[in-house]
């Protein structure tokens, strides 16, 4: 699969390649096109999933840890 050697063979959030017996990376698509985007880790598959992909909440979940770093 092109695509899969094009990106790495690793997660495309957090750039983390699976260890040997993990579960592979996810396929991800875009739920309302079918769309394929990239490859995925299952945390981040499923914190895209978790957070409805919105990119308003993950805009502002990405506002809340940024605030809470500046408060240490």
């Known amino acids: ?4 050697e094009e990106r790495g063979h690793q997660c495309e ?3 983390r390649t ?3 017996g993990e579960i592979r990376l996810h396929l991800d698509h875009d739920h309302q096109t079918g769309r ?3 490859f ?4 981040c598959n499923t914190g895209l999933g978790q ?3 919105d ?3 993950l805009h502002s979940a ?3 840890l940024t605030r809470s770093f500046r408060q240490e």
Request: with cysteine; charged share 20%.
């Open 62 to 64: 990405i506002e809340y």
């Open 55 to 57: 990119v308003a909440i």
């Open 40 to 43: 995925l880790c299952s945390r």
């Open 18 to 20: 699976p260890a040997p």
């Open 36 to 38: 394929f985007r990239g």
């Open 13 to 15: 959030i957090c750039y």
């Open 51 to 53: 957070l409805r992909e």
């Open 1 to 4: 699969m092109a695509a899969w």
